[in-house]
Nanobody
Framework: VQLQAYGGGLVQARGSLRLSCAAS????????MGWFRQAPGKEREFVAS????????AYADSVKGRFTISRDNAKNTVYLQMNSLKPEDTAIYYC????????????????WGHGTLVTVSS
C-alpha cells in the first residue's frame, strides 16, 4: 500500500487542523492505520492508531482529548483531527499502515507515507 499524507500547515496555538492520508490499493480496510510525528531533534513517536473496522482507536497521552483519528474505508483515507494545538505539537506528521493488530511502536508498521509538516506558533 502507498500512503500520502497532506493537510499540514502553520496554525496558531489553540487552533485546529485536519490531516488526511490517502492510501492506494483495494485492501485499505485490511490495514491498521497509525499517525506518528517527529519533532526536530527528536525520535519519531506514536500519536494515534485505528483498527481496521474503525471501531477502536488508541492515542498517545500527550494528545488524548485533543486529537481524533478516524477513517473512511470507502475513500481509502484516514484522518487526524487536531484541536487545541500547542507549540509542542510542531512536527512532521506521518501516516503508517500494518496488517496485524493495533500497535504503537514505530517499528511495528510496515508502510509509511511522506510526512506533512505541522507548525504551531505561540
Amino acid at each position: 500500500v502507498q500512503l500520502q499524507a497532506y493537510g499540514g500547515g502553520l496554525v496558531q496555538a489553540r487552533g485546529s487542523l485536519r490531516l488526511s492520508c490517502a492510501a492506494s490499493g483495494r485492501t485499505f480496510s485490511s490495514y491498521v492505520m497509525g499517525w506518528f510525528r517527529q519533532a526536530p531533534g527528536k525520535e519519531r513517536e506514536f500519536v494515534a492508531s485505528m483498527m481496521r473496522s474503525g471501531r477502536s482507536a488508541a492515542y498517545a497521552d500527550s494528545v488524548k482529548g485533543r486529537f481524533t483519528i478516524s477513517r473512511d474505508n470507502a475513500k481509502n483515507t484516514v484522518y487526524l483531527q487536531m484541536n487545541s494545538l500547542k507549540p509542542e505539537d510542531t512536527a512532521i506528521y506521518y501516516c503508517a499502515a500494518r496488517q496485524l493488530a493495533q500497535a504503537m511502536g514505530v517499528q511495528m508498521y510496515d508502510y509509511w507515507g511522506h510526512g506533512t509538516l505541522v507548525t504551531v506558533s505561540s
